[in-house]
């Protein structure tokens, strides 16, 4: 479907707006219904950010490709399936988007409007981690494009939920998330002074499944 830039970018806007709102906001509810159990807590916090991506890709998808993350727009750049110009649109409003989800969530909850998070996520553990989720993501669409596109929204969506459990950082593999949890001093949160290593890791993750996947399923018919 054919639209214009500005549908695009509110779409990817309100698209990362209500992932951010989702994972914040099932965070901070899932810590105070889980009584100190953080396994609950972080069963809560994957269900409800699961089935978001699947309806916000299902929503939104069709408007602006439901990237809602920088690394995706990064892979379909270096695929060259969108602009550079039109990157850096997608990426200002992801940004944009994921700090008004953090803020709306805080407003729904009762929390201040910003704050630094005292969340630490540091170490080579996490952050291979954060290389191997953005890895499996971008592996996740590029294979489902190529094969079943319908299956998108719901793939991304189990691929997440699942990312939160065997990955060691619990799979945050976008930049713009990234950024808006460092604002959150919340169950889901990143200390600010940990989030740039997470973003390097989760665009080489990115850059790196771009370049295999790719290749891996290039159609022999073609150069």
């Not at 190529?146 to 998108?152: D, F, H, I, Q, S």
């Not at 790196?208 to 159609?219: E, F, P, Q, S, Y």
């Amino acid at each position: 479907m054919r639209t214009t830039l500005a549908r695009r970018l509110t779409a990817e806007f309100l698209g990362t707006l209500f992932l951010l709102a989702a994972v914040v906001g099932s965070g901070i509810m899932g810590e105070t219904l889980a009584g100190g159990n953080d396994a609950i807590a972080l069963l809560g916090n994957t269900l409800a950010t699961g089935a978001i991506l699947a309806v916000l890709i299902l929503i939104y998808g069709p408007v602006s490709g439901g990237h809602f993350n920088p690394a995706v727009t990064l892979g379909f750049l270096l695929r060259r399936e969108i602009t550079p110009g039109v990157s850096l649109a997608y990426v200002v409003v992801q940004l944009t988007g994921g700090l008004c989800g953090v803020w709306l969530a805080h407003v729904m909850f009762g929390e201040p409007a910003f704050t630094a998070s005292l969340n630490a996520r540091t170490g080579i553990g996490v952050w291979v981690g954060e290389f191997v989720a953005t890895f499996g993501l971008l592996a996740t669409i590029l294979g489902c494009l190529r094969y079943c596109a319908a299956a998108v929204p719901y793939a991304v969506g189990l691929f997440i939920s699942a990312g939160y459990w065997f990955t060691s950082s619990t799979s945050f593999a976008n930049p713009a998330v990234t950024v808006a949890r460092s604002f959150t001093d919340t169950f889901s949160g990143i200390r600010p002074e940990d989030a740039p290593l997470f973003i390097l890791m989760q665009l080489t993750g990115a850059i790196v499944a771009t370049l295999v996947i790719g290749w891996l399923l290039r159609d022999p018919a073609k150069k």
